[in-house]
């Protein structure tokens, strides 16, 4: 591919393309991570969508048995009743040899005080300015900053991409990732012009060839509008962004009326998402989709959308941005 676009993500991180497919639950596993190491970009497993530690060995095993190129692995952190054992996941990535892990959800600390010494890179997705800064004083690499329009966790604060991005720009030393929102050329030229090193995608990746999920909940991806997500959780403080169905738009109205999150735990249920992805029906549960699926239109193969992406993006700064440039008299 003759377009690159070098920047300090792509020359720390040692990939090509300035494009991240960051982990989703049920959906970053090997037959995609590895399609988007060959197209040059960074692909995450997910770490948690697999049952066990030994689980992903295999997985990772399996992804570079279709791929030579580098790959990372997401380990989310959540609260949860009974937490799963984070610490040997670590292990188990390390021992595997992965060079760069994507951390979420809570303080990373732990994460880096494991990684680091291992010699691994952290990536560290999170909401805020303030979240990123604490990040970066904590030895993360880099942060990927996520904008109210992604989908899964926005955060409470509510800053859209436009504003957080530039805000972390200014705020930052190390390489930032934009996040939520993006799924073209426009948006990779845009976030790189408000500071950003480059950009994650979750939904766009979700819609390609071989992304793991079933055919029909991508060309609903694909039909539905930006209008068509759902915030879910907001009275309690826990807002995440998902595709509008019979079963959101329930757990919206239950909570708005007061109820508790017991009263809903079961529409929410990890296992009913799974299944929509599995089986195929988009009403089966809950599952991730951003705002950014109005801009989706189409289910490629991810070689083809990354050079996409890349070729319409140099296009657009050499093109349409630098043909702006008037000379002054």
């Given amino acids: 591919m003759s377009n690159v676009l070098r920047t300090r993500f792509t020359e720390e991180f040692g990939v090509e393309h300035p494009i991240v497919q960051g982990g989703m639950q049920w959906v970053g596993r090997a037959e995609l991570v590895a399609a988007v190491a060959e197209a040059g970009a960074l692909g995450m497993i997910t770490a948690l969508t697999q049952p066990t530690p030994e689980d992903l060995a295999r997985e990772i095993a399996r992804c570079r048995e279709m791929t030579d190129k580098p790959f990372g692995v997401n380990l989310t952190i959540l609260p949860t009743i009974t937490p799963p054992p984070y610490a040997e996941y670590r292990q188990a990535i390390i021992e595997s040899g992965i060079g760069i892990v994507e951390t979420a959800g809570s303080n990373p600390a732990e994460q880096v005080a494991a990684f680091k010494p291992a010699g691994v890179r952290v990536l560290h997705k999170c909401t805020s300015v303030r979240h990123a800064l604490k990040a970066q004083q904590l030895g993360v690499d880099a942060v990927s900053i996520d904008g109210f329009e992604c989908a899964g966790h926005p955060g409470e604060d509510d800053i859209p991409g436009l504003v957080l991005i530039p805000r972390a720009a200014d705020e930052l030393s190390i390489p930032i990732i934009a996040s939520g929102g993006f799924a073209d050329a426009r948006g990779l030229v845009a976030a790189l012009a408000l500071g950003a090193d480059g950009i994650n995608m979750g939904t766009r990746f979700m819609c390609t060839t071989e992304s793991p999920i079933h055919d029909a909940v991508k060309k609903r991806i694909a039909e539905a509008s930006e209008l068509e997500t759902e915030l879910i959780f907001r009275p309690l403080r826990n807002t995440a962004r998902v595709a509008s169905n019979s079963v959101s738009r329930e757990v919206v109205a239950k909570l708005a009326d007061g109820a508790a999150f017991d009263d809903v735990r079961e529409l929410v249920a990890g296992a009913r998402g799974r299944q929509v992805y599995e089986q195929g029906d ?30 319409e993006a140099a296009e657009l700064i050499r093109g349409r941005l630098g043909g702006l440039l008037g000379v002054a008299d």
């Avoid at 991730?288 to 070729?311: C, K």
């Fill in 282 to 311: 988009p009403e089966l549960g809950i599952w991730s989709a951003g705002m950014v699926q109005g801009l989706i239109t189409d289910v490629p193969p991810v070689g083809e959308l990354v050079e996409r992406i890349v070729r």
